[in-house]
């Protein structure tokens, strides 16, 4: 699948389920599945003082970092999102360089 596919794919679930919300916290979050190489992406809404509601967006099955960076900007340009990454520690973004994920989160 192309970047081009996976981007629209992706932004057209945020559209779906992003509902501008007083009180309410929106982020990204990408996993980095090594098992299947590939990498999933959620999106959490999190409401104060509610649970964080989680929900699954795409799975991106083109296993390159290089590839992620570009779609992840890419995204980025449209939201501007926070992003959590998991199983990304110790890996750095090919192009910019910088850490992915610097230490492990306690879920991990």
Known sequence: MSSDNDFRIIISRIETYFIRRRDTEYYLQVVNDKYDETYNFFFNI???????????????????????????????????????????????????????????????
């Open 46 to 108: 999190s409401p104060r003082g509610k649970r964080v509601h989680s929900i699954p967006l795409h799975t991106v099955e083109d296993y390159r970092l290089l590839y992620l960076e570009k779609l992840i900007n890419k995204i980025f340009e449209k939201y501007q999102f926070s992003i959590k990454y998991d199983g990304f520690v110790g890996l750095r973004w090919p192009l910019s360089q910088e850490l992915i994920q610097k230490r492990r989160h306690k879920d991990e």
